[in-house]
């Protein structure tokens, strides 16, 4: 038996916005998640799904904000090196803008509340890598700064990581329990693009 989430306690909306009315913020779609120690699992069907919301929101006319973490020359989150690198199939066009952060909270430390102000932009749509961690680190500092973060659970994975007990934790559960986690208070979490309303 589940219990009632925090938002449904407190009266908040568990249904996502419209996409028109949101500001599309992918969060470090890199390559470093699509091979070797870092990635992820379902990273290709969850960038699948990102390539098709992202198109949606350019077919809007929506803000599309790209983040992307850097670490530093040599490491794997070198974005002056391929593996650091935003994924080819939702690469940034045009005048879309991309802050690159240090912090797995994308707010700290960049120009993201003040892009996302000077746009009028109150509700979020947020996809991208990793689930536990930036996503969800994006999420609770959005919520905590007054926005409505809308979360795409399939435009989003982890991996494998091990527990408390030193027992592995599978990435399909951590990704259930990050979700579940915001999704009881600080974000809507749609299960997919399909679930977001033009």
Known sequence: MTRPTL???SSLPVEPV???????????????????VMELEGVQAALDETAALLDRA????IPVIHIQHDDGPGSLYDIRAD???????V???GDEPVIVKQFPNSFVQTDLDERLK????SNLVLAGFMTHMCVNSTARGAFSLG????VVAAATATRTL????????????????????LADLVAVVAPNAAAIPD
């Open 118 to 121: 000077a746009l009028g932009a």
């Open 18 to 36: 419209r996409l028109a009315d949101s500001a599309l913020v992918l969060i470090d779609c890199q390559n470093t998640y699509t091979h070797g």
């Open 91 to 93: 690469a940034p066009r």
């Open 7 to 9: 938002r449904e306690l």
């Open 147 to 150: 926005y409505a973060p809308t």
């Open 58 to 61: 350019r077919t809007a006319g």
């Open 83 to 89: 593996i650091g690198a935003i994924a080819d199939q």
């Open 162 to 181: 091990a527990g408390p007990d030193g027992q592995p934790v599978p990435a399909a559960a951590l990704q259930a329990a990050s979700l579940a986690g």
